[in-house]
């Protein structure tokens, strides 16, 4: 995972600014495969992030396999701010 952040292209977003301090975290989580950003090309980082949301990148990050017999708690749609 890793070797594939550092050997993917460059990704930038267009509410991230070059000169923020989230900017090279979250270019690099993006090579690496774990965010994605929205289809306007943007990250949203005031946005608030589903558990459904976290929980999609927690798999991409750590490479995990769908074993497709989990369960869904309820209340996945509450949403969570993650803030620096």
Request: hydrophobic share 40%; glycine share 14%.
């Amino acid at each position: 995972m890793v070797e594939r952040g550092n050997n993917a292209p460059a990704v930038s977003f267009t509410d991230v600014s070059p000169s923020s301090w989230s900017a090279s975290v979250i270019e690099r989580s993006a090579r690496m495969g774990i965010v994605s950003g929205f289809g306007d090309g943007a990250v949203k980082l005031e946005g608030n992030v589903t558990r459904a949301e976290f929980a999609t990148m927690m798999v991409r990050a750590f490479g995990l396999a769908s074993g497709g017999g989990a369960k869904i708690r309820k209340g996945i749609g509450r949403r969570m701010r993650l803030r620096p």
